[in-house]
């Protein structure tokens, strides 16, 4: 079993990059895909090594606490990896379990590919497993309340952004690139047309 993987990233796209071991490249879908792609220099890549009657595929996390996320929200009935994925390239991990503990319904919605049933799901499998997981995700639980999350309030508005910029043909693959170039420069109070504004700066630069 794969733990993890040690190498430069010669190839990435909108769902993968290629890692370069030791002269065997290693295709690794992972969250957000153009976060390794700022430097050449070999990265550490913490892996899920999924294995299906099918197909063999290997999913990447730039921390263990992405890794460990992955795992718990696949013990979730309905959650597959592509799913999982989505969930975490739309919030960190710290924030996805204080949603959970506090049973967050309005944040989970808002995470890619999760509906209000699933995000119950999320609730009812994973409340009681996760223990003082805040803590253990590097989060103060205090801090992550229905009124004061600040990522619950970038991720609504960026999910607003977003869904405005599909409706005028930008793909998803863009749009995730768009995202991992504004995601740490999110301020908790930026309006919706505030975002759609840097997101078509992001997709003209291209």
Do not use: C
Not at 19 to 47: C, K, M, Q
Not at 58 to 83: A, H, N, W, Y
Not at 137 to 146: K, L, Y
Not at 170 to 190: F, H, M, Q, V, W
């Amino acid at each position: 079993m794969i733990d993890f993987l040690k190498g430069p990233v010669v190839h990435w796209d909108s769902e993968y990059v290629v890692l370069d071991v030791r002269d065997v490249g290693y295709r690794v879908f992972t969250p957000n895909p153009y976060a390794f792609a700022r430097s050449s220099e070999p990265v550490t890549v913490f892996i899920h090594h999924h294995v299906r009657e099918d197909a063999i595929q290997l999913f990447g996390f730039s921390s263990r606490d992405e890794q460990t996320m992955f795992r718990k929200l696949l013990d979730v009935s309905g959650i597959g990896p592509r799913v999982a994925l989505g969930v975490l390239a739309g919030g960190k991990p710290e924030a996805i379990v204080a949603a959970i503990q506090q049973e967050n319904i309005n944040f989970l919605t808002k995470l890619p590919g999760i509906g209000r049933k699933t995000a119950q799901r999320m609730i009812l499998d994973l409340k009681d497993k996760l223990g003082n997981a805040p803590l253990a995700f590097g989060a103060d639980a205090s801090a992550w309340t229905e009124e004061s999350s600040p990522s619950d309030q970038k991720i609504g508005a960026w999910a607003e952004a977003r869904e405005a910029l599909e409706a005028l043909g930008y793909t998803g693959a863009e749009l995730n690139k768009a995202y991992e170039g504004l995601r740490e420069s999110i301020k908790p109070d930026e309006s919706v047309d505030s975002l759609m504004k840097r997101a078509l700066q992001q997709l003209f630069k291209g």
